[in-house]
């Protein structure tokens, strides 16, 4: 009867294992499929495309774009935007920013501004202490639109930071 009862367990054990290997597959969407215009969970395009951006930038003291930071460092009001991401330099080794704003509906003037804000006091913080072409970055940023989000690029190879952004961000 113990050995009947210990067969029994065995079998269940290995179709219940065997079972486990059948579970379905899933897969990632493909840059086609996003440039047609597939929405991601909030956050998780920005996010993504931050990681990619960062992971080849060599310059030390990158720090992570929130609201508060926004507010407390460069005096930006938070009523004007539903959601920041973004990574920006303490400036001591360069410069290599990043800023995603998604402004609130009928806001996106004072996102504009914002962005504008924030380019300017960049460029004044590198016009006395220009490191590694710090002020020339700064000068040249670029501010655009891309889908529901607002941009600003302070970065070295700015062409190559706009494809990953077009590849997570949609129209």
């Not at 929130?66 to 001591?92: C, I, M």
């Not at 009928?106 to 504008?116: I, P, S």
């Not at 891309?146 to 070295?156: A, C, F, H, V, W």
Request: with cysteine.
């Amino acid at each position: 009867m113990q050995r009947l009862l210990l067969v029994f367990s065995c079998i269940i054990l290995v179709i219940l294992f065997a079972l486990q290997g059948f579970q379905p597959q899933y897969q990632l969407p493909t840059t086609e499929q996003l440039e047609e215009g597939t929405e991601f969970p909030e956050g998780s395009g920005p996010e993504e495309a931050l990681t990619e951006i960062y992971f080849d930038v060599d310059i030390l003291g990158v720090e992570e774009v929130t609201s508060q930071v926004l507010e407390d460092k460069f005096g930006l009001d938070p009523a004007h935007w539903l959601s920041v991401y973004g990574r920006y330099t303490n400036g001591r080794f360069g410069i290599a920013d990043v800023f995603l704003i998604r402004p609130r509906p009928g806001h996106e003037d004072e996102v504009r501004e914002c962005l504008e804000t924030i380019k300017l006091s960049r460029m004044n913080l590198f016009r006395t202490f220009d490191v590694y072409n710090a002020y020339s970055l700064a000068e040249n940023g670029s501010i655009y639109q891309r889908g529901d989000y607002y941009i600003l690029l302070m970065i070295e190879d700015e062409e190559r930071v706009r494809g990953i952004l077009r590849n997570y961000l949609p129209r």
